[in-house]
């Protein structure tokens, strides 16, 4: 970072600044040494985050080292933060100003030079602007950076001067570089000052004034020469600087005085003198020939100052990029460049080895700053003819191990890397300074030597694998090329030999040479084991440093463009390429579980390899290669590692640019054609058309068949590989095979050679078996989240018209499959793990899509007619996925989705990008990928991309991309709009091709042809996708009117909703198409029966289905204009003119307008969620002479249920809804296996007797279009009560699910299905399991008794209602909630009563509104209890309800014990609870009142105590607080109102007075001190030490309590007082007779 030397020439005092910002100023600083990629992207961050800042010094004084020390001088400037006056007045300030700015590095810097003073490219030509200097960095530690640019400079730094010995004062030191002893002979090469000459001849040091041992603090730079001889030396003058003031007019120049001199001899024994000298100074001249010596040696006759001692004490140091400053490094330079044109002698070749092995002991820094010219060197080595026998073998395996050591050292400096660990500087030299050596002619002396092979190397010859390895060596090796060097630079050619051995002698042809990549690749194969662990983990920098040199080896011999790849290389090199890649193979196989990371990097070099080969070597040769690679992998046991390292082989060798014509798209001769086909010549274009080619053998193309694989090589093992990972249960290798596969489709898209029709069919006809694959993984593809659920059910979960029940069309064996809403049961726990991923599932089907867009039509036509009816019907199954998967969601949930993949969400890094890779792949017409690929190139041509690779961008994995930026959603809600639209489309033509071409089995596909049709028409759609729907659905009704109006009638009904959803869209094309496609189905069912009774059906229960479930998603609005326009078309219609056809229109219309009203109804109420259950019960109730309609309600009543959490009603929905179904059933067939109408359900609940209104009188199955929907059939009972299971359990009825199924249990067991029955009993185990657990700890519900008074509530006026809330629902939180809902619905506030007595409306305001809230429980008789004793009977089938008012004599409502009474209001509702609603009616005839005496109170209240204390004892686990609660009310007699006192105001009375009343209450007392007693001990038990004296308290108090209440409940002390009464009375009547009788 720094050049050590000042900016300024003027400084001649040792100066040290101190800034007004307190901090201190230096001239040099030191950079950080980037030597990780993490610390280099940080420190990138922070430079690109940094401000600028300005620094201003304006405070100078001067040290003089004897005077003041370092140390000093920075105390003094800690003590200038407080107060810069007391330094001042210590030492001399010296006025001047210094500014320093300080600012993050930019790209590029305007008129800039180097270190060394060149100019940086652009660099203006005027003068105009100041130029900006580079400085050279002096790390404080080692920066690994090789040189890239020429530099040879020798910093001089000169430290102390001692002449205290000599005369002179005011020292000044004259430096010169010399090339002789002569004046003449400083050579110009010292840098200059920026205020002066560029080079000077000589330079001054700085002077201190009066100083005889001045300190330097100065540095000189030196722009040394290429080459050095012994006469450059460095000479330094010592002079006396006269500093006298001139008198006012003298301007006489002083010359300044010789004090002395001394020199450095710069270059000794072929090495540079560097490092710090103290050097002696004489005082005269020096002699002839003294560079040839150091000044250490005393020459005679000279004069020394301080007696030949060290004086002058100095530091030389260099940056350079010719003289290395580590010791091996320079001897192998010398020993090589000795050798490098000549044939060396035995000693000097055992030299130059020794020399190569040596370079291992290199210090790192060096040998990274020449690790290009060390690399070159190495290889001009490798390839080096020797003279030597014994040492021909030896030179290039010493020189291969170097390169390796070499390599790997550098790899492991942790130093910056790429995304696949490449080293940037290793690659950097791959791609900008390798140039493949030439082997160097072999003549001169070396001509007529034999040289041999067949000893083995100077190595380890104990090592049997190198022995045998070394063996191949002497087979005959034939070199490609012998090139013949011209003098004078002339173009180099080479000439073909391939007779040249490596056994035997050399050739006398003198041009016989040597090949880079032929023998690196031989090297490797026999180099030595130790070698073996460098070069394979650096295999990457080997396969490159080979691709370069055949490529440029190619280039040099015109064979890049020849047509004939196999004559390009030697067999014998093809022979060593699959020798190693097939060792490589083995390497990976035995060590991917030993060490994951060096096998995963091995293979991706490999790949890259083969990668690059395709573009040099034969194809055929290279397809061999990966054979070779899959039959090693194949030997091996199945692993993950490996599968996952076959994928990244594909993902890499597949980028090749020419992938396609590598797999020989569809085009010609390239299939087994049918017998009538006709042979023609095979066509290498890829833009050759297609249309007039002979239709190829699909049936073995259109599967992954031998045929295929042998004539797509390529794309074959890519889908084979995707086949067998989806038939696995490891999910993240699906998820990469599948994403190989999407890359590599998406990167066929996006190439703009592929654009035309007829090539992108060709390129397309590569996948074919793909359409195969995914229908014969259609089962493990994703189908149930984020809204695309189980799309290929019959019923759509989220259609409008069947919400509630899936039931499952199984292809297979017919049969149906009950879909609950719990999910249990339905896949196993293998399937889940074969599961396919949501995102993989939209790669796969992203891919499938492609392939039907743009596969030729007459191919694919001509594929569908080799498949059977299963098969078709499966690939209807894969495209109605399709449109679940990419449905259009809305800018809402694509805002959520971005804002959850920023935060970390599914992870995944991975799925942020998939949208746009989809893009890419389905937008072909579109110029969204051309955009892209032109931006990437632009931002490549920028610089802007990284570049890493030689000759092309390096590859990337999905994964490894860089995050996305947030996602703009205007943008990204138009590409996922347009997904959408184009994978519709492409799903609508592949379903008119179907139906057009598929003619035999048109009626057996047509059905789940609908369906599809039926799905693309519920999702959200385009405008222009709409049109081409409804186009294509009008057809179809057109062409298939039976398969419409008698076979699929369920299909009917949906597509009446799907219809009539489109009558209320704002857009009024889409109204106009959706009001034609209805009229043309009533008019077709019109014209088969002369009545359209089944659409009118279906119309009318598609509407009511909307209007219940989505009240406030249509338009009201335009719901009226669609109908309006429907009577029109009637009305127009010439045809139809003369019959009822218009007639029957118009009621349908009208019909549909009563339902409007009901709509206008509910969509008042929408805040009142009771209310709108009301209005929605009473208008299904109207339609319970329509079973259809009457379901639709109760199933949108239950759909409303569920998504406000009131399952137990919801339930209830649907055992209505199936006893609907059930009454059907009995009444058209009446089998006994059956439910008996509504009466089999009465054990649930009976409420369900009203759905018996359906009678014979007013249902006749066989009307047209009544109960014809798949509910009223066994498999709809049987979902309707599945789901109805499902809800009880859900509300924790675990005894109604019990009682679901025993209606259930008879179908499975007459249809024998004890698969089914299975799942039946495990579901009623697991609800007999929670309800062992929960059992008595259920709280089901709360009812709360509400009354209306006032004019405002309209119909609710002086009506009372019981309302069902969840379970521990405050009296408080309730009213709360009901005063404010009916507080903001009337517009004015709503008042509470607050008691519970007879409201009399004439008190009351009538413009008010007024609302009466009571908890009430369930009220049973006594014979009741008995019966209902769990919590389960208790909650269900209960109408009767009571609540307590207290009142007293005086009026008030509390009182006295005496006194106080209670009203008890028992209450009956019109039907049970729980019902279809949360709030029934209560009858106001059938109230009743009972009146409790003070006595009866009493005994009620001592109940409660009673059963509260035993529930305390008998709760498990025991809550010792409450425990104690409960004893503390109970026994303390202080307490008002207690036990105590309840016992002395109505038990201490005559024994003559005492009632039945008296005597239960007396009962109570005794069973409440029993349960106290029991108390106390179980309290004792619970308490620990602290609490003893409390338990002894608790003990007196009972104590005392029990002796008080002794005298009132023992019946024996009552009978003596009694019979002591009556003697006394007997005794009294004697006494009175004997006095009479005196008397």
């Known amino acids: 970072v720094a050049d050590r030397r000042g900016s300024t ?38 430079s690109q985050n940094f401000r600028p800042v300005t620094l201003t010094v304006n405070v100078f004084f001067k040290q003089e080292s004897d005077k003041l020390r370092d140390e000093d001088l920075f105390r003094f400037l800690g003590e200038m933060k407080r107060s810069s006056a007391a330094l001042s007045r210590k030492f001399k300030s010296i006025p001047g100003n210094l500014k320093v700015d300080i600012s993050a590095p930019f790209e590029s810097i305007p008129c800039c030079l180097t270190s060394n003073l060149w100019e940086i490219d652009p660099f203006p030509d005027n003068k105009s602007r100041r130029p900006t200097r580079e400085i050279e960095e002096f790390p404080s530690h080692e920066v690994f950076h090789p040189y890239c640019t020429y530099k040879n400079m020798l910093y001089i730094h000169p430290l102390t001067l001692d002449f205290r010995s000599a005369k002179g004062r005011n020292i000044g030191v004259r430096v010169q570089f010399m090339a002789g002893e002569e004046k003449e002979e400083a050579c110009p090469a010292i840098y200059g000052r920026s205020c002066g000459p560029s080079f000077l001849r000589e330079i001054w040091c700085p002077v201190l004034y009066h100083n005889r041992n001045p300190e330097f603090y100065e540095e000189i730079k030196i722009e040394l020469p290429a080459k050095l001889t012994d006469k450059h030396h460095l000479l330094f003058t010592f002079f006396q600087i006269s500093c006298q003031k001139q008198k006012q007019g003298e301007m006489n120049y002083i010359e300044p005085t010789f004090l002395g001199c001394t020199w450095i001899p710069l270059f000794r024994n072929g090495e540079i003198q560097l490092g710090e000298f103290n050097l002696c100074v004489t005082a005269e001249r020096p002699p002839q020939c003294y560079s040839q010596l150091s000044s250490d040696v005393a020459l005679p006759n000279l004069k020394w100052i301080d007696g030949h001692k060290p004086v002058f004490k100095l530091n030389l140091s260099m940056v350079s990029s010719i003289h290395p400053q ?23 070749e055992r030299a130059l080895g020794r020399t190569v092995s040596g370079l291992a002991k290199c210090h790192p820094e060096p040998l990274v700053k020449f690790l290009y010219i060390t690399l070159n060197n190495l290889a001009a080595l490798l390839v080096r003819p020797s003279s030597v026998l014994e040492e021909s073998a030896d030179l290039p395996c010493r020189t291969f191990e170097a390169m390796c050591r070499i390599v790997d050292r550098v790899q492991h400096l942790n130093l910056l890397a790429d995304k696949h660990d490449r080293n940037m500087i290793l690659a950097s030299y791959i791609q900008y300074v390798f140039n493949t050596p030439l082997g160097q002619q072999q003549s001169g002396a070396f001509e007529g030597r034999m040289a041999t092979l067949s000893k083995k190397p100077s190595m380890n010859e104990k090592d ?54 032929e023998e690196l690749a031989l090297q490797w194969i026999v180099c030595h084991p130790k070698t073996k662990p460098w070069v394979l983990a650096n295999s990457w920098f080997f396969f490159e440093l080979m691709i370069k040199s055949m490529a440029q080896y190619l280039q040099r011999v015109s064979k890049l463009n020849s047509e004939n790849r196999k004559d390009r290389f030697s067999s014998k090199f093809y022979r060593d390429i699959e020798t190693l890649v097939s060792f490589i193979s083995v390497e990976i196989t035995e060590k991917h579980i030993k060490d994951v990371a060096y096998s995963r990097k091995l293979n991706s070099s490999l790949a890259f390899f083969i990668h690059d080969s395709f573009s040099l070597m034969d194809r055929g040769t290279v397809f061999g290669l990966i054979r070779h690679y899959l039959k090693k992998f194949s030997l091996s046991p199945k692993d993950y590692n490996l599968t996952e390292f076959r994928l990244d082989f594909y993902r890499i060798v597949c980028s090749h640019e020419h992938y396609i014509t590598l797999n020989l798209p569809l085009g010609g001769v390239l299939y087994p054609m049918s017998a009538s086909s006709q042979h023609s010549s095979p066509s290498g274009s890829i833009s050759s058309t297609f249309e007039n080619l002979d239709l190829p053998n699909v049936e073995a193309m259109g599967e992954l068949s031998y045929e295929f694989r042998h004539y797509h090589f390529l794309s074959g093992l890519v889908m084979s590989e995707v086949a067998m990972v989806l038939e696995g249960k490891n999910f993240k290798l699906r998820e990469q095979a599948i994403e190989v596969l999407r890359d590599l489709i998406a990167s066929h898209d996006s190439d703009l050679r592929f654009t035309g029709v007829s090539v992108r069919a060709r390129v397309t006809s590569i996948y074919l078996p793909l359409l195969s694959v995914v229908m014969d993984n259609y089962h493990r593809l994703y189908k149930g989240a984020d809204g695309w659920e189980d799309w290929s059910t019959t019923f759509e979960r989220n259609t409008e018209v069947r919400r509630s029940v899936v039931i499952r069309d199984n292809s297979v064996d017919g049969g149906w499959e009950l879909v609950d809403g719990s999910g249990e049961g339905d896949l196993s726990e293998n399937t889940l793990e074969q599961l396919v991923g949501p995102v993989s599932t939209r790669n796969l089907l992203i891919c499938f899509l492609w392939v039907l867009k743009n596969m030729d039509r007459k191919l694919l036509i001509y594929w569908w007619t080799t498949l059977s009816i299963t098969r078709l019907n499966l690939l209807l199954n894969v495209l109605d996925l399709c449109v679940a998967c990419f449905e259009y969601r809305g800018k809402r949930n694509l805002s959520t989705q971005s804002s959850n993949s920023m935060s970390g969400i599914g992870g995944g890094g991975k799925g942020s990008d998939i949208k746009s890779q989809i893009a890419n792949a389905i937008l072909s017409g579109a110029g969204t990928a051309r955009m892209r690929l032109q931006e990437r190139r632009q931002k490549m041509a920028q610089g802007l991309a990284d570049v890493h690779r030689w000759g092309k961008t390096y590859w990337q994995a999905a994964s490894e991309q860089a995050e996305r930026p947030k996602v703009d959603v205007e943008v990204d809600a138009q590409i996922e709009g347009n997904l959408a639209a184009e994978c ?9 091709m179907l139906v057009q071409t598929q003619s035999e089995n048109v009626n057996s596909m047509l059905g789940r042809g609908l369906e599809v049709l039926l799905h693309l028409m519920a999702c959200n759609q385009s405008k222009e996708v709409l049109k081409n729907i409804f186009a294509t659905q009008r057809a179809v009704v057109w062409k298939f009117p039976e398969l419409v109006f008698e076979e699929e009638t369920e299909q009917c009904a949906e597509l009446c909703a799907r219809l009539l959803r489109h009558f209320s869209s704002s857009q009024p094309e889409v109204r106009a198409w959706a009001c034609a496609s209805i009229y043309l189905l009533m008019r077709q069912n019109f014209e088969l029966g002369n009545t359209f009774a089944r659409v009118k059906v279906q119309v009318t229960v598609a509407l009511s289905s909307i209007v219940a479930g989505t009240a406030a998603s249509f338009n009201e609005h335009h719901l009226r204009r669609s109908l309006k326009t429907l009577v029109l078309y009637a009305d127009n219609d010439e045809a139809f003119r003369e019959t009822n056809f218009p007639d029957q229109v118009r009621d349908l219309a009208l019909n549909l307008h009563r339902i409007l009203l009901d709509t206008i109804k509910m969509q008042e109420f929408q805040d009142d969620p009771e209310m709108l259950m009301d209005l929605m019960y009473r208008i299904s109730k109207g339609y319970q002479n329509s079973p259809d309609l009457r379901l639709t309600w109760l199933q949108s009543m239950a759909e409303k249920h569920t998504n406000r959490k009131n399952y137990t009603e919801a339930a209830m929905c649907m055992v209505h809804g199936a006893a609907v179904v059930a009454e059907y059933l009995y009444l058209l067939e009446g089998r006994p296996y059956l439910p008996v109408g509504c009466v089999a359900f009465q054990n649930i609940s ?11 009188d007013m249902l006749t199955p066989e009307e047209e279009g009544i109960c014809t929907s798949k509910f009223f059939t066994e498999h709809g009972l049987i979902g309707l009560l599945g789901q109805a299971a499902a809800l009880f359990k859900e509300a924790q009825l675990y005894e109604a699910v019990n009682e679901v199924h025993r209606l259930v249990i008879p179908i499975y067991e007459h249809r024998r299905s004890y698969g089914e029955l299975e799942k039946v009993y495990r579901k009623l185990g697991d609800c007999y399991k929670e309800l062992v657990q929960r059992g008595e700890k259920r709280f089901l519900c709360s009812y709360f008794r509400v009354g209306f008074y006032g004019m405002l509530f309209g119909d609710l006026e002086q009506q009372e209602f019981i309302y069902k809330e969840p379970a521990l629902t405050r009296l408080s939180d309730f009213s709360l909630k009901l005063q404010k809902l009916y507080s903001e619905k009337l517009g004015t506030e709503v008042q509470l009563l607050k008691d519970s007595n007879e409201v009399d409306s004439s008190k009351l305001d009538s413009v008010k509104g007024y609302l009466q809230v009571t908890f009430v429980e369930p009220y049973y ?33 509390h009182g006295e014990l005496d006194d106080q009474c209670i009203r008890r209001t028992v209450l009956t509702t019109a039907e049970s609870f729980p019902y279809v609603k949360k709030r029934i009616r209560v009858f106001q005839e059938d109230k009743v009142e009972i009146e409790l005496c003070p006595l009866e109170v009493a005994i009620i209240g001592m109940q409660e105590k009673v059963k509260s204390l035993r529930q305390c004892i008998e709760q498990n686990p025991l809550d010792a607080k409450l425990l104690q609660m409960q004893l503390q009310g109970g026994i303390a007699t202080a307490v008002n109102q207690g036990p105590f006192a309840i016992a ?39 308490i620990t030490e602290e609490q003893l004296d409390y338990q002894r308290q608790l003990q007196r108090k009972f104590k005392e309590f029990k002796d008080k209440l002794e005298p009132m409940v023992s019946t024996k002390k009552k009978h003596k007082r009694s019979r002591e009464k009556a003697l006394i009375n007997i005794a009294t009547a004697r006494h009175s007779r004997v006095c009479s009788t005196g008397d």
Request: proline share 6%; glycine share 4%; hydrophobic share 30%.
């Open 984 to 992: 519709s489309l492409v799903v609508l033509d592949t379903l008119e």
């Open 1246 to 1256: 009976p409420n369900v007797i009203e759905e018996s209104a359906i009678s014979d």
């Open 326 to 348: 580590d010791p091996n490094l320079s001897n192998f330079f010398k020993s090589y460049y000795s050798l490098v044109s000549t044939f060396g002698t035995d000693l000097e």
């Open 1421 to 1453: 008789e006594e014979w009741e209890q008995k019966d209902r004793v769990t919590v389960y009977e208790k909650y269900m089938n209960t109408r009767r309800f009571v609540y307590s008012t207290p009142y007293t004599s005086s009026g008030k409502a």
């Open 1544 to 1582: 002395k105001t109505f038990l201490e009375v005559d024994p003559s007075e005492m009632t039945l009343l008296h005597r239960k209450l007396r009962v109570c007392f005794k069973d409440f001190t029993r349960r106290c007693e029991v108390a106390l001990e179980v309290n004792k038990q619970l």
């Open 9 to 46: 020439p003027e400084p001649a005092r040792k100066l040290r600044t101190a800034s007004n910002a307190s901090q201190v100023g230096k001239s040099t600083t030191e950079p950080v040494s980037i030597d990780e990629a993490s610390k280099e992207s940080t420190l990138l961050q922070l």
């Open 464 to 517: 049997e694998e190198y022995t045998k390895r070394s063996s191949s060596m002497t087979r005959p090796h034939p070199r490609q090329s012998s090139v013949p060097l011209s003098g004078g630079g002339a173009e180099v050619e080479y000439e073909e030999e391939p007779t040249a051995h490596r056994s035997g002698s050399f050739s006398s042809n003198p041009s016989t040479r040597k090949l880079f990549h």
